[in-house]
């Protein structure tokens, strides 16, 4: 089974809002493969925690 992107999160977005007059119910279908697509297409984490690269201005996080 596939995880769950951002196209085809926004694809099913798309529709429910058409149905529904362009909101989207909080805890809906729609709603969750929204979630899901973010965290799937987040796994690297903060840009923070990317090798090299520094949380702000002047910060040595690293």
Do not use: Y
């Amino acid at each position: 089974m596939k995880k769950m992107n951002s196209t085809a999160a926004s694809r099913i977005q798309s529709g429910t809002a058409k149905k529904t007059g362009g909101v989207i119910p909080k805890g809906s279908f729609a709603a969750r493969a929204m979630s899901a697509a973010a965290k799937n297409e987040n796994k690297a984490g903060w840009p923070s925690k990317k090798e090299g690269k520094k949380s702000g201005k002047k910060r040595d996080n690293n």
